[in-house]
């Protein structure tokens, strides 16, 4: 199994969790490269060594956070088997078959330090997800202003981004892991403590994929489990072609929208700390032809939505989608 930087981070394919298909490593280079430039421009996914941006969060250990984040609430996610799948909240509720994955607890900073030093073996894993607001602590400002806004700030402007929508706060355990998933906004993720790895799929894989439909609350979601995939129900998960990138600190990944991604944290004998940089897309211009990928996620997504917005019911959708196109197209 190829990997990306294993060996110069310390990694060991012994150490990184196998999977049935073969990746290929990340594209790796200093943000001054205008290769980084052109491949951010073309939505490709990029690792950035030296950016600079999260330089003065780099000391952002537990003890130095208990000290400074304050003593308001966050959000922890609990769950049993390490994995910490996204499911929409609102649309959970309507569907009164549907098994959460994870359970959201809310609890101060310290509380949740406290639960991740006395875990043991057997307990269920915890994961922080909190946006980064205005009720933390002076020195977290003080870093938070020292972000190299520069840079991320004149990316934003180059490619014609909407605004910064907010800066989420990750901090999970060892071993924690986030399914392969695709989010609608452009990412610049920002490792700050320990090591991540994340394979990315492009847009084209969607149909390998086999995203959940959008009304189910696991909308943006694969239906495939890596570590047991079942190749009868979806058989074209076997032609999928990740790239593979080992994010350490200091370091930033670009996650283009609509790129799918699986996220690991890696076994350091600690936790794992990130910062997502999460930018509207740039406004919808000329259509071109042929479809980009994204373009086509896009309007797939779109065409759904309001088909089973029409029908009103969710069991109709895949039959009548069906009847739509068999014997017609196929």
């Given at each position: 199994?190829?990997?990306?930087?294993?060996?110069?981070?310390?990694?060991?394919?012994?150490?990184?969790?196998?999977?049935?298909?073969?990746?290929?490593?990340?594209?790796?280079?200093?943000?001054?490269?205008?290769?980084?430039?052109?491949?951010?421009?073309?939505?490709?996914?990029?690792?950035?060594?030296?950016?600079?941006?999260?330089?003065?969060?780099?000391?952002?250990?537990?003890?130095?956070?208990?000290?400074?984040?304050g003593?308001?609430?966050?959000?922890?996610?609990?769950?049993?088997?390490?994995k910490?799948?996204?499911?929409?909240?609102?649309?959970?509720?309507?569907?009164?078959?549907?098994?959460h994955?994870?359970?959201?607890?809310?609890?101060?900073?310290k509380?949740?330090?406290?639960?991740?030093?006395?875990?043991?073996?057997?307990?269920?894993?915890?994961?922080?997800?909190?946006?980064?607001?205005?009720?933390?602590?002076?020195?977290?400002v003080?870093?938070?202003?020292?972000?190299?806004?520069?840079?991320?700030?004149?990316?934003?402007?180059?490619?014609?981004?909407?605004?910064?929508?907010?800066?989420?706060?990750?901090?999970?355990?060892?071993?924690?892991?986030?399914?392969?998933?695709?989010?609608?906004?452009?990412?610049?993720?920002?490792?700050?403590?320990?090591?991540?790895?994340?394979?990315?799929?492009?847009?084209?894989?969607?149909?390998?994929?086999?995203?959940?439909?959008?009304?189910?609350?696991?909308?943006?979601?694969?239906?495939?489990?890596?570590?047991?995939?079942?190749?009868?129900?979806?058989?074209r998960?076997?032609?999928?072609?990740?790239?593979?990138?080992?994010?350490?600190?200091?370091?930033?990944?670009?996650?283009?929208?609509?790129?799918?991604?699986?996220?690991?944290?890696?076994?350091?004998?600690?936790?794992?700390?990130?910062?997502?940089?999460?930018?509207?897309?740039?406004?919808?211009?000329?259509?071109?032809?042929?479809?980009?990928?994204?373009?086509?996620?896009?309007?797939?997504?779109?065409?759904?939505?309001?088909?089973?917005?029409?029908?009103?019911?969710?069991?109709?959708?895949?039959?009548?989608?069906?009847?739509?196109?068999?014997?017609?197209?196929?």
């Amino acid at each position: 199994m190829a990997t990306n930087g294993s060996e110069k981070c310390g990694w060991s394919a012994s150490q990184l969790r196998k999977y049935s298909f073969q990746t290929k490593p990340i594209s790796r280079m200093s943000h001054k490269d205008p290769e980084a430039d052109r491949l951010i421009a073309n939505g490709q996914p990029v690792l950035l060594t030296d950016t600079k941006l999260v330089s003065t969060a780099l000391h952002w250990d537990l003890e130095y956070l208990v000290g400074n984040l304050g003593d308001g609430q966050f959000s922890v996610y609990e769950s049993k088997d390490q994995k910490f799948m996204y499911f929409d909240e609102k649309k959970a509720k309507e569907m009164k078959s549907f098994e959460h994955p994870t359970r959201r607890i809310e609890m101060k900073f310290k509380d949740f330090v406290e639960k991740i030093k006395n875990h043991k073996p057997g307990d269920k894993k915890i994961y922080l997800q909190q946006t980064l607001n205005d009720d933390v602590g002076k020195r977290i400002v003080i870093d938070f202003l020292g972000f190299n806004w520069t840079w991320v700030t004149e990316q934003q402007k180059k490619n014609g981004w909407g605004q910064l929508t907010s800066n989420l706060l990750l901090i999970g355990q060892e071993g924690n892991v986030t399914p392969v998933h695709y989010d609608e906004q452009e990412n610049f993720f920002a490792q700050v403590q320990g090591y991540k790895r994340i394979l990315l799929f492009p847009p084209d894989h969607f149909e390998m994929l086999y995203p959940y439909p959008v009304h189910h609350p696991h909308d943006r979601q694969s239906q495939v489990d890596f570590d047991n995939p079942d190749l009868e129900k979806f058989p074209r998960f076997k032609e999928v072609e990740p790239i593979e990138a080992v994010v350490g600190p200091g370091e930033v990944l670009y996650i283009p929208m609509y790129w799918w991604h699986h996220v690991e944290s890696l076994q350091n004998g600690g936790q794992t700390t990130s910062i997502n940089f999460w930018y509207k897309s740039a406004p919808t211009g000329k259509i071109e032809y042929p479809l980009k990928p994204q373009q086509k996620v896009a309007m797939m997504r779109n065409i759904e939505k309001m088909i089973t917005e029409a029908l009103n019911n969710h069991e109709e959708v895949g039959p009548f989608m069906k009847a739509m196109v068999l014997g017609r197209y196929s």
